[in-house]
């Protein structure tokens, strides 16, 4: 086969490609049209711009292959090429870095509002400002080492005129990227290490000042406890966990004959909140974004996190122009296949309206808990009659 019928046939098998290509891909574009309404709109646009960004990939292919073959066709005819790819890379590597740049830009308006919602915890101030100057510094180091980055190569391209400098060492330069970076570094770890200090580690004055509140993860639900009138909650012991009583509570404990029970967390505004968490398999995460809480249930070992909410959920939702605003607690590590749907409503309210809705909420030493432990210990009582004789 001459070269010339070889050049042919590429070009025809790069031509079938690309149909192959977009008949492969019109039945998926197809199907994602009729797809069932359970695809949510999100799924079709991921789908979307994943092909959009196949057949881009295909293009830049097709380009590619395009020069190459001009390349190779005045070879052939003992042409010199006329392309300077020195220059050309130079050139898109300058359209890179502005599309870039644009693009983070672009991010930074558009997805940035998206993730920075207004703090709803005295504390999370603390947090987002902490974010904020994290934020700052980065961005500014991202984008001048991407110029210097970009920048070189579009100002110093390969050159059969030019030499390449052979600059191997400056301790002077050395010195400052090393410095400089350190103290930065150390600034936003300090930084960090105090704020954390500072939300976590309450006085135990203060802590005994908070309304005391119970969650316990499992798969795939919270289960809350509020402590009633000694605001204590009563102690755990697994070994004491039965169907009645599921999250083995030790009702020798007196503090755990008034604990309530409740289907979602209610706590008072401007009064500060102490949640002391557990897990009764796997390991979850206690995470309420709006209050900048977010802390592991690790089974066996109680974690807490102590806060003060700052606006009930009305105030919230005519802040947010949002009427049917809520605040969430959501479990933040991936702890099965239920994981998704792990949250709780929260809802703040005036000090009185929790006072109301706490009177109304059941206690959990009720009356099937009472009849079962009975049961147990007549079962128990039986037992040692029997072991007796
Ligand atoms: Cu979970």
Not at 119 to 135: E, K, P, Q
Not at 244 to 269: R, T
Not at 341 to 356: L, P
């Amino acid at each position: 086969m001459g070269l010339r019928n070889f050049l042919k046939l590429r070009a025809n098998l790069l031509t079938g490609l690309i149909v192959l290509a977009l008949c492969a891909t019109s039945p998926v574009l197809a199907q994602s049209e009729l797809a069932p309404a359970v695809y949510s709109a999100a799924y079709k646009t991921a789908a979307y711009y994943s092909l959009l960004f196949i057949l881009f990939c295909v293009f830049i292919v097709v380009i590619g292959k395009v020069f190459k073959l001009h390349d190779l066709n005045s070879e052939l005819q003992g042409k010199k090429s006329k392309a300077n790819w020195n220059k050309i890379n130079g050139a898109l590597f300058g359209v890179f870095l502005i599309a870039g740049l644009f693009g983070t830009y672009w991010s930074y308006s558009v997805h940035g509002v998206m993730s920075h919602s207004v703090s709803a915890s005295v504390h999370g101030d603390d947090i987002d400002s902490m974010f904020n100057v994290t934020l700052i510094i980065t961005t500014i180091v991202f984008v001048l080492t991407h110029i210097a980055l970009f920048g070189f190569a579009i100002k110093y391209p390969n050159s059969k005129k030019k030499k390449a400098y052979f600059y191997p060492h400056n301790n002077t330069l050395e010195r400052w990227w090393t410095i400089v970076p350190a103290i930065v570094l150390t600034y936003l770890v300090v930084l960090g290490f105090f704020t954390w200090k500072g939300i976590t580690e309450v006085p135990e004055d203060e802590q005994k000042k908070a309304l005391s509140i119970e969650v316990t993860g499992q798969q795939y639900n919270w289960t809350i406890r509020y402590s009633g009138a000694d605001n204590k909650v009563g102690a755990r012991n697994y070994k004491k966990t039965t169907a009645a009583n599921g999250l083995g509570i030790d009702f020798s404990d007196n503090a755990s004959w008034d604990d309530k029970m409740a289907d979602e967390i209610v706590i008072p505004v401007n009064q500060p909140v102490r949640f002391t968490i557990n897990a009764k398999d796997v390991l979850h995460s206690f995470y309420m974004p709006a209050f900048r809480v977010q802390v592991n249930a690790v089974p066996g070992m109680p974690t807490h996190f102590q806060f003060t909410p700052k606006y009930t959920t009305e105030e919230m939702r005519t802040m947010e122009n949002d009427p049917k605003y809520n605040y969430l607690l959501l479990c933040a590590k991936i702890c099965g296949s239920g994981h998704w749907n792990m949250q709780k409503n929260v809802r703040v309210v005036s000090a009185a309206e929790y006072q109301d809705w706490l009177a109304q909420q059941q206690l959990y030493y009720n009356d099937d808990v009472k009849m079962e432990l009975q049961m147990a210990q007549k079962s128990v009582v039986g037992d040692n009659k029997l072991a007796l004789k």
